[in-house]
């Protein structure tokens, strides 16, 4: 591969593309689809593309909110969250919870799923969610550049205390990852990587 077979750019120049092709790159991402409480009890749910787990022991996952949203607030003030898997049965309800609405709006009525109490931390999980993290918060991170420059974008991690997973979705004591038919977060359809045609959709913000 030669110079001239390379599509080259600086980021902090553009990339002369018609879509900027990072996040399409990084793909598939799993969907962090997180439920937390407000210090005045307010629940709130919603999803996040940049989300993965970092460690084992403790076992920590992350997810990153490009500006400062009411996810990162709510654990900012109570340091508990819960991670709910999506589904492909849960996508739809996923989706709308990615629509901008008042603090005060209970996103899990509004996605028209089950708050369920979890065991550890006073946060809901997902009841339709066959598999939910309850997290305790570690560390709330504000990303910045190479420069020392802030950017509008908060890490928080948490540590895993509790895990729920659907009992049908373990066999032999092995966790089927492709029978639980998770979805994630690709780039665009047809984008990049090896997969039938068939498993690939697209869904519109609602917002």
């Known amino acids: 591969m030669t110079e001239q077979d390379l599509h080259f750019y600086e980021p ?5 593309l018609k879509h900027d092709p990072f996040n399409a790159i990084v793909a598939p ?3 962090g689809w997180i439920s937390s409480r407000d210090a005045d009890g307010h629940v709130n749910l919603a999803p996040y593309s940049f989300f993965n ?32 898997l999506v589904t492909r049965d849960l996508a739809t309800h996923m989706n709308a919870t990615a629509a901008h609405v008042a603090r005060e709006v209970d996103e899990f009525k509004l996605a028209g799923v089950t708050a369920v109490p979890s065991k550890f931390v006073n946060v809901p999980r997902v009841g339709e969610s066959p598999v939910a993290f309850e997290c ?3 560390q709330i991170i504000q990303l910045q550049g190479a420069d020392g420059t802030k950017a509008q974008a908060w890490l928080t991690l948490g540590e895993v205390v509790a ?7 373990i ?5 089927q990852t492709a029978l639980a038919h998770p979805i994630v977060r690709a780039g665009r359809r047809g984008d990049y990587f090896e997969i ?12």
């Not at 902090?12 to 002369?16: A, S």
């Not at 895990?163 to 979705?169: E, F, Q």
């Not at 045609?197 to 697209?202: H, L, N, Q, R, V």
């Open 163 to 169: 895990v729920h997973i659907d009992k049908a979705l």
């Open 136 to 138: 305790k918060v570690t």
């Open 196 to 207: 039938k045609a068939e498993d690939m959709f697209e869904m519109i913000r609602p917002d």
């Open 12 to 16: 902090k120049n553009g990339h002369g």
């Open 171 to 175: 066999k032999d004591g092995v966790y």
């Open 53 to 84: 787990a970092f460690n084992y022991t403790p076992p920590i996952i992350g997810f990153s909110s490009t500006q400062w949203k009411d996810s990162v607030a709510n654990i900012k003030d109570t340091g508990e969250f819960v991670w709910n």
């Open 29 to 31: 991402r799993p969907i």
